[in-house]
């Protein structure tokens, strides 16, 4: 069954991709990629958790852990992007390809994050296949994981109160999280992957 989990969720990522892809021809809108890649990471939890073979309690931790990071991610980000144009950095793609970009955006833009998901997911994926007890790693990567959903969580609801109010207009965040780095955020979503990791390095550092 080890292997399959790395074949299914191969197939399945590619299989939500593609989805995904023809949403954003029918939008004319490839943002949609934004919101679809945490649900990416949740898809390949799901299938971890359905087919491994790993300690029973680490495939719920991992499974919830992955579950709350993706969902909350993924409704921000398709809450922010509601009622917005595409992404510029898509408009400049589309400008520069023209009518070539339906098929360019298959490969560079939904094809390459596809790829980039499946990497990065390895952790979780290798969290679910191994029978292992649960250690000091696992401890480590829930407090890392904590820690970096605080940031992630509240970086973003404090930047979104902060765009929301007229008066920001031009002005830096330097409030809040922000006041003591400049992507609290990014520094959350870093260390929630941080988290993911140590818990599969328990299942190594056993093995």
Same mark, same amino acid.
């Given at each position: 069954?080890?292997?399959?989990?790395?074949?299914?969720?191969?197939?399945?990522?590619?299989? #939500?991709?593609?989805?995904?892809?023809? +949403?954003?021809?029918?939008?004319?809108?490839?943002?949609?990629?934004?919101?679809?890649?945490?649900?990416?990471?949740?898809? $390949?939890?799901?299938?971890? +958790?359905?087919?491994?073979?790993?300690?029973?309690?680490?495939? !719920?931790?991992?499974?919830?852990? $992955?579950?709350?990071?993706?969902?909350? %991610?993924?409704?921000? @980000? @398709?809450?922010?992007?509601?009622?917005?144009?595409?992404?510029?950095?898509?408009?400049?793609?589309?400008?520069?390809?023209?009518?070539?970009?339906? +098929?360019?955006?298959?490969?560079?833009?939904?094809?390459?994050?596809? #790829?980039?998901?499946?990497? $990065?997911?390895?952790?979780?994926?290798?969290?679910?296949?191994?029978?292992?007890?649960?250690?000091?790693?696992?401890? #480590?990567?829930?407090?890392? !994981?904590?820690?970096?959903?605080?940031?992630?969580?509240?970086?973003?609801?404090?930047?979104?109160?902060?765009?929301?109010?007229?008066?920001?207009?031009?002005?830096?965040?330097?409030?809040? %999280?922000?006041?003591?780095?400049?992507?609290?955020?990014?520094?959350?979503?870093?260390?929630?992957?941080?988290?993911? +990791?140590?818990?599969?390095?328990? $299942?190594?550092?056993?093995?």
């Amino acid at each position: 069954m080890r292997w399959m989990v790395f074949l299914l969720s191969a197939a399945g990522i590619a299989l #939500l991709m593609l989805i995904a892809w023809l +949403f954003s021809l029918r939008l004319e809108d490839a943002s949609i990629v934004d919101p679809i890649w945490p649900l990416g990471f949740v898809l $390949v939890a799901w299938i971890g +958790f359905a087919i491994g073979d790993g300690e029973p309690s680490r495939t !719920w931790l991992m499974v919830v852990l $992955v579950t709350v990071w993706g969902l909350r %991610l993924s409704g921000y @980000l @398709l809450r922010r992007n509601l009622g917005h144009e595409e992404d510029y950095r898509y408009q400049a793609m589309r400008r520069k390809h023209g009518e070539r970009f339906a +098929f360019v955006s298959l490969y560079t833009v939904f094809g390459l994050q596809g #790829l980039l998901m499946f990497v $990065v997911s390895l952790p979780v994926q290798v969290a679910m296949q191994f029978d292992a007890t649960l250690g000091i790693f696992d401890i #480590l990567g829930v407090i890392a !994981w904590m820690i970096g959903f605080y940031f992630e969580s509240v970086g973003d609801a404090q930047l979104a109160r902060f765009k929301a109010d007229p008066a920001n207009q031009g002005k830096v965040m330097d409030r809040g %999280l922000w006041r003591y780095t400049r992507h609290p955020n990014y520094f959350g979503d870093f260390m929630v992957w941080w988290g993911h +990791f140590l818990i599969a390095a328990s $299942v190594g550092w056993q093995g």
